[in-house]
């Protein structure tokens, strides 16, 4: 595997001299804004129960107590039962994969980086793997009346943490973790993370096993808003520190020489970056399994379009990300309706040629971005 | 408009019932997930009341025009809502929990009946359903005449046993360059093999556990009892028999196989008698008469 790109912000000169053909900002920002309500607005619209937006905006009317029809009540369950919650969470997901997607490039220095590469997620569905087989009980828990939904994006969010922590721990020489061998570690982390997932496949019973593999399809099915309000709580603390730093994260893209002069402890902050994304990629994972490819592809695109200063990047990525998880959700509900599809599933599908085709095309113009 | 293409169903139900009945059933929206429960709504003349079905439930022959809300364990509360159904009878298993969980919180009626690989669990499964649906004594009918035909199957199985002791046989659910699924003591197949006097080759506490070709050999199965689409998959009996974890056992050299269709291997329901009597049929067939 070649991870030898380079990472476009490591040139030098491109603070320096701010690149004159990037979009500016903000009109970005706007579009993508309007992007994610128009999206919103579609999913919210679209589903196996028939409910016509009108007249969803016209209950909307009555209940603020302006003129218009309410919906019947079943209508309206579904829409604030079933649909809004699969909405709002795979918007959450988005941004928060993106954001974590951006963070990890940045600290590791390689445009590749991907949570999903460096062992998070697999670490996250390890954890959540054993706790589907061995069950509540099975790990020690039987007395404490908690249930799998509320045991699984714990384990998740630890398994998370504990490859995190192994791999800073493996990575470190002299006090430093050096990014390369971060990477590195990972990659043998999630090689372990594989075999371990393998062997609860193993052990589990047929429903175990069925469990396993769709939650690590990856997908927004099963949403409720009990089920998501933790998981919800804790990737928009992630979200949130890891966009207050996105300006370390330039300084830190320099160079840890350059970065400490500027007053910056590159290690500390590396560590910190590295466990804010845990957090938020522990917290989705488990509620939405392993959806790959979007702290990946969407930061890729958005890097190209807006160049690689985080303050420009993260925000417009966050969006983008968000975009993307709302549509790629609405099309996994309607495409085999009244089946479900994993929405990981299609993502992967699409992401992994584009992918594919943007790698083509960066071989291609080599040299430039 | 979709009701018109279960209209053989609704014809077959209207020949059974009361016409009281009928407009009870009328009323009723039901969601189906597992062939057992599918199966056993249509065999207690529901039929005409299921809008949907799971992706594995494929017999009686009308629910293939019915909507598929998908696989039984990742199935979408919208997609199940989109039928607009009063009822969803599924078999154990079915889900995700916060699915059936959400259809309930709208109203929707879940009974999730419990899939207990033994005789008194198949009619227990009967009752139950029997008793959801207001047809105690189709239930009751159904029943009798499911224990009647699987007594009458035990008693040949064993004249064919006395001969030189019960068979044994091995259930295999899966199979592959991997390995072999085989079906442990706490399996539908294993149910099926000691309701036809037989004794399972994989004496395990388990549903289905993947088993090595020695193993297999340890075992050396009399009987393979297998689905129709695992031996479809291989290419059909020989190229099947003929896979290296099962060419050397016992069963495959003489070609003592039981083809089942899978839904039957996978719950017990209506059509299980048909399973055991497959399978009493090869017992009763010796080594030497097979083709």
Redesign the interface.
Known sequence: MSLTLSMPSSRKGDRAAPSFRRPPLVPVLVALAVALALAVLIAVAT????VPLDRSLSHLAALLGLSGTPLSE?DW??LT???LPRIVLAAAVGVTLGVAGVALQAVFRNPLADPGLVGMSSGAALAGSAAMVLGVSGLGLARSGLSL?TVLPLAAFLGALAATVLILAISRRDGRNSPATMLLAGIAVNAMGGAGIGLFS?LG???AL??MT?WMMGGF????WA?IGPAMLLMGLATAGLLAGARRLDLFAMGEREAFLQGLDPHRFAVRTVLLVALGVGAAVAVSGLIGFVGLIVPHVMRILLGPVHRRLMPATALAAAVLLVLADTVA?TI?????V?AGLLLGAVGGPFFLWLLRRRVGALGGT | MRRLRFLPAAIAAALALTAATLAGAAERRIVTVGPPVTELVYALGDGGSVVGRDTSSHYPQPVNGLPDVGYMRALSAEGVMSLAPTHVLAIQGAGPETTLDQLRALGVTVEVVPETPTLAGLLDKVERVARLLGREAEGRRLADSLHRDLAALAAVAAQAGTKDGAPVILGVVGGGPGGLMAAGSRSVPAALIAMAGARNALEVERDYVPMSSESVLAAAPDILLVSRSLVDRSGGLDPFLATPQLALTPAAKARRVAVVDGALLMGLGPRTAEAVAELTRVQSTSPQEQP
């Open positions: 589903g196996g129960v028939s079943r369950m579904v039962m079933l649909r939904a193993y019973d047929d429903l069925r469990q769709f099915g099963g949403s409720s089920q509900r085999a309706a009244p089946a479900d994993p």
